[in-house]
């Protein structure tokens, strides 16, 4: 065999070589690349399902706490229907005493009644509240553009009742409940920082 038969085959070899080393990587790109758009698939796939997984469990979570809030309110007006002798229209015998006034706070506001009792700077209604539900409950009275804390079972850091805080109108809690509906949420109070008990 000569010099040039060898070199040709030696260049065959190597031409056959380069086309199936070619053949092997672009097959290994292409097969690399599926393998990637599979798994970003996959990958996208089991995102939304636990995206929608989360969804399902704020829902859940978010309708646990309205029927929290819901029994709490329930609870608290069967405790002021009690107090009125088990009058169902308790609601209708509230009244202000605007000759009997009390500081509470920096206010000065009229005694609010139920019946002939004072529910301004009633504590025991509030604490019951507290030892049948574990939630805070507060008894505001309406003044001027804010409701004020008259009675109440959230305390200060320093242990003593946040009576004298404020609801100021603008805030969503006073427009939602001005317009006869319960508000779902957080809210600011004014006049101090306080921690429930």
């Known amino acids: 065999m000569s010099i040039l038969g060898h070199s040709l085959g030696l260049r065959v070899t190597l031409l056959s070589v380069a086309i199936t080393a070619a053949a092997l990587i672009g097959t290994s790109l292409v097969a690399g690349d599926r393998a990637r758009s599979m798994v970003l698939e996959r990958g996208a796939e089991e995102t939304r399902a636990v995206a929608d997984q989360l969804v399902e469990l704020c829902d859940l979570a978010q309708t646990a ?8 309110l329930a609870f608290a ?11 169902p229209a308790w609601s209708e ?3 202000l005493d605007e000759q009997a006034t009390e500081t509470v706070g920096p206010f000065t506001v009229p005694r609010l009644l139920l019946d002939d009792a004072s529910l301004t700077g009633d504590t025991g209604l509030v604490d019951s ?29 320093d242990g003593s009742r946040a009576t004298g805080t404020t609801l ?3 805030s969503p809690v006073y427009e939602t409940v001005m317009a006869g509906r319960t508000y779902y949420g957080n809210n600011v109070i004014r006049g101090t920082r306080f921690y429930p008990a």
């Open 129 to 157: 509240v507290r030892e049948a539900t574990g939630s805070t409950c507060t008894i505001f009275q309406l003044l001027p553009g804010r409701w004020v804390r008259v009675a109440t079972n959230v305390k200060r850091p």
């Open 168 to 170: 100021d109108e603008g």
């Open 93 to 95: 015998r509230l009244r």
């Open 77 to 87: 007006r069967m405790a002021l229907q009690a107090r009125a002798a088990g009058e």
């Open 65 to 72: 706490v309205q029927d929290k809030i819901e029994s709490d």
